[in-house]
């Protein structure tokens, strides 16, 4: 736990009020209050994010997926404390600079957000005012080539988000069956060309190790002819990442146990990208926020034990044209919030 944390026996404490509160006058340039720091990108449905969560003085904040800082920092310019986490070193080391003018507010943890009940529950924090995860891979990541996840320029073929993490794409690409391979760009990907693309990746492998972003590129190019703007190869990239970093199984894990975590009144926000992402964040939440369950087999509904949340947000929210134009990588982006029930 961060020593600027107030600690007594492990509780993070309550700050005195200083103002502040869901109604206080924005901060002045709260999107662009860091800037001239390296590793700087934009948050996504940054503002939408705040008027939905509603962070102010003396309220208690978890943000899953720390990246660059900036949601946090949002959250904190409001007042609020925050407890984040992330599994990047870089980010986590970024983020900590960043966020230095807010130190007695903020606490940095090493970690997949799936973990976070563990992780969490060491620095004595029973519950959240609200809760935040902005689901895949950064702006950063994606920017900073050495890390494999893009091939818009060569570089190992890492992708893995934690870099201390065993398996890479390069292993997986390499070791991997034909059948696994399709069902990864299949599943994850939604690649039509699953097949072909695996064989000639299995082709190619059996005379030289695939080591780098260009050559898989390159691989996939040659046996998936490109179709219209989209490079062939973006939803093998896509596959690939989410399979090396078990991404929709994290996510599984993390609307599970999130609920338990939020104080009655609390809100749950979910930022994905993908179709893969939010199918699993609108099925679950639309589980949470029913009271009752019914199937054809059964004579009449029945209590859903699991009935947590009510859905603030009938719909997704998604960015403006303004916030499109701005950062083009929000174009994709979809929040959902649902709020804690009373106890």
């Not at 590129?217 to 062939?232: D, L, N």
């Not at 369950?293 to 044209?321: G, S, Y």
């Amino acid at each position: 736990m961060d020593d600027n944390i107030p600690l007594e026996r492990g509780v993070l404490m309550a700050r005195p009020d200083t103002g502040g509160g869901g109604n206080s006058p924005e901060p002045p340039q709260l999107e662009h209050a860091s800037r001239n720091l390296p590793f700087y990108h934009a948050p996504v449905l940054l503002r939408e994010v705040i008027d939905l969560l509603q962070p102010a003085s003396g309220k208690l904040f978890f943000d899953g997926t720390l990246g660059g800082g900036g949601h946090a920092e949002a959250m904190l310019q409001h007042g609020a404390r925050v407890v984040a986490m992330d599994q990047d070193p870089n980010a986590i080391k970024h983020a900590t600079e960043r966020l230095r003018p807010h130190a007695a507010q903020f606490c940095a943890l090493r970690g997949n957000f799936r973990h976070f009940p563990q992780i969490v529950e060491e620095t004595g924090v029973s519950g959240f005012d609200g809760m935040l995860v902005d689901i895949g891979v950064s702006s950063h990541q994606l920017d900073d080539a050495t890390r494999g996840f893009s091939f818009s320029k060569d570089a190992s073929l890492d992708m893995r988000m934690d870099t201390e993490a065993g398996l890479t794409a390069a292993d997986l690409v390499n070791t991997a069956e034909e059948p696994e391979l399709v069902r990864i760009f299949f599943e994850y990907g939604e690649e039509q060309n699953a097949r072909r693309i695996a064989r000639a990746i299995i082709k190619a492998r059996a005379s030289r190790r695939i080591q780098t972003t260009l050559q898989l590129a390159e691989i996939v190019a040659a046996a998936s002819p490109k179709r219209g703007k989209r490079h062939p190869a973006t939803l093998v990239f896509q596959a690939l990442r989410i399979a090396v970093n078990d991404e929709l199984a994290a996510l599984h894990d993390f609307l599970a146990a999130a609920p338990r975590w939020l104080k009655p009144g609390g809100r749950l926000a979910v930022i994905s990208f993908h179709s893969l992402e939010d199918r699993i964040v609108k099925q679950t939440l639309h589980h949470l926020s029913s009271p009752f369950i019914d199937r054809p087999e059964w004579p009449e509904a029945r209590k859903n034990p699991d009935h947590a949340l009510k859905l603030i947000t009938r719909k997704p929210v998604q960015a403006t044209p303004h916030e499109i134009e701005m950062n083009p990588r929000a174009r994709s982006a979809v929040l959902r919030v649902a709020e804690r029930l009373p106890a």
